[in-house]
């Protein structure tokens, strides 16, 4: 974009013969129309990576909640449950060693099917045990879901197609904006800040895309606090 600007700048210094009043006139409008384009683009952009890092942090908060709600079920059925809540204390611990709680990780995956294996393994008579017993299987099987759909929607929604589109459209906004200011160390200056500025605002909305990591991320607290519930 800074580059583009001064461009811009040299090229109305170099090109000082032509009628100036219609060049500047249909340069602005040209950039009239990709300013309101980059406006709507970038509009679109923000509220995708907004419902995309709420929806990353509603997955994670429900995933914490099915493991508190398994451990309970299966801290109700007593010390044949015990390896199984030792498994899924770890299963937490493991995740929460990474930066990335939910990623793909094959020793936290390796610790959550031992905990699965657990929890089918076990085996009551008393029918109030077993109805027990049958709300720990289903609740596994969901923490299993619950698990795979974070891991499945962590990925960015933003089109690099776009990212590129929106970079070339900027670089051409700051191309007219130069052509037609004069060439003094003030406006250098200002294009220089604005283009930091709008660089740094592109990297937070790309960084919000990404909830698990970067800069901008969903919170490990709900597992953190999950971990402190099963050491009670």
């Given at each position: 974009m800074t580059g583009a600007a001064f461009?811009?700048?040299f090229g109305a210094t170099a090109g000082k013969g032509r009628p100036q009043s219609e060049v500047h006139a249909t340069i602005g409008l040209v950039a009239n129309i990709l300013v309101v384009m980059t406006s709507l683009?970038?509009?679109l952009m923000l509220n995708s990576v907004k419902n995309t890092f709420e929806e990353d942090n509603r997955n994670i908060h429900a995933l914490a909640t099915d493991l508190i709600l398994l451990d309970r079920t299966l801290k109700a059925l007593g010390p044949p449950a015990g390896e199984a809540r030792r498994q899924i204390a770890e299963y937490v611990r493991v995740s929460l060693r990474e930066a990335n709680i939910v990623k793909e990780d094959p020793d936290a995956e390796a610790v959550l099917d031992a905990?699965?294996?657990s929890v089918r393994s076990m085996r009551f008579s008393d029918e109030q045990q077993i109805a027990l017993w049958n709300d720990a299987r289903q609740l596994y099987r969901q923490v299993v879901r619950d698990r795979w759909i974070t891991v499945d929607q962590s990925g960015g929604t933003i089109p690099p197609p776009l990212i590129v589109m929106l970079v070339?459209?900027?670089a051409t906004i700051f191309a007219s904006f130069g052509y037609q200011a004069p060439?003094?160390?003030i406006v250098a200056v200002s294009f220089v800040l604005a283009a930091l500025l709008i660089s740094a605002a592109l990297?937070?909305?790309l960084?919000?895309?990404q909830p698990l990591s970067g800069l901008v991320k969903?919170?490990?607290a709900p597992f953190e606090r999950a971990l402190q519930h099963f050491q009670r």
């Open positions: 461009v811009g700048l683009a970038l509009g905990a699965g294996a070339v459209w900027l060439l003094n160390r990297y937070l909305i960084d919000m895309d969903t919170s490990n």
